[in-house]
């Protein structure tokens, strides 16, 4: 061999997650094909790192609220529900006309105050009689 000639090593492999044919050139072994196919991987092996981020970006972009006011509320609170006082999955309550969060409540009592705050009057006096 020259002295100028590099030796070229080339190692077939397949992606570990589209399962394309690699050819490479490094010595190191690739294990994906692209950078697509190594965020989906990670993605894919990491679901709770996902579940917290997405949560974090969640409430920052519907309330305006860091994560650390979060914890505060939830501390507050002692991590009940404001109406009916259970240890459950907590959702953020807020004024939909507003936008000022109110508390954290369970999903039962969030979905029932929902359906309160969209009732007309029509509804209300259709439950006191008046109809």
């Not at 002295?3 to 190692?11: D, G, H, P």
């Not at 697509?36 to 996902?50: E, F, L, V």
């Not at 006082?85 to 009592?109: A, S, V, W």
Request: charged share 30%.
């Amino acid at each position: 061999m020259k002295q100028n000639q590099k030796q070229v090593f080339r190692k077939i492999l397949k992606c570990q997650e589209c399962g394309n044919i690699i050819i490479s050139k490094k010595r190191s072994d690739t294990l994906f094909c692209s950078n697509k196919c190594m965020s989906k991987s990670w993605t894919r092996r990491n679901p709770i790192k996902i579940s917290k981020y997405n949560f974090k970006k969640d409430i920052k972009l519907r309330y305006g609220l860091k994560e650390e006011d979060y914890n505060k509320l939830v501390f507050k609170q002692k991590n009940k529900c404001c109406i009916c006082k259970r240890h459950k999955k907590l959702c953020i309550d807020h004024d939909h006309l507003t936008g000022k969060i109110r508390g954290l409540l369970c999903h039962r009592c969030n979905t029932i105050l929902s359906g309160l705050e969209l009732a007309t009057s029509k509804h209300w006096k259709y439950l006191g009689g008046e109809l």
